[in-house]
């Protein structure tokens, strides 16, 4: 069986731990573990964004009325 999903997002979560970690230590430049939280991050907005657009592309225009 799968997991059931949780209330929040994948995107909601990862900026919890992001915040989380920078609270903990100083922002660290060679934390490889911080560096790829962020890349996660940045992926799933970048997936996001594009989803949302595609979307808009696919519902086609508007028009105001037709009279």
């Known amino acids: 069986m799968a997991k059931k999903p ?8 990862l900026k919890k731990k992001i915040a989380a970690g920078a609270k903990d230590e100083k922002k660290s430049s060679g934390d490889s573990a911080a560096r ?16 949302s657009l595609r979307k808009k ?3 086609g225009k508007q028009t105001e009325s037709k009279s």
């Not at 790829?36 to 989803?51: D, F, G, I, P």
């Open 57 to 59: 592309h696919a519902a």
């Open 36 to 51: 790829s939280l962020r890349k996660r991050l940045k992926r799933v907005q970048r997936k996001r964004r594009a989803l």
């Open 6 to 13: 949780t209330g929040e997002s994948d995107e909601v979560r």
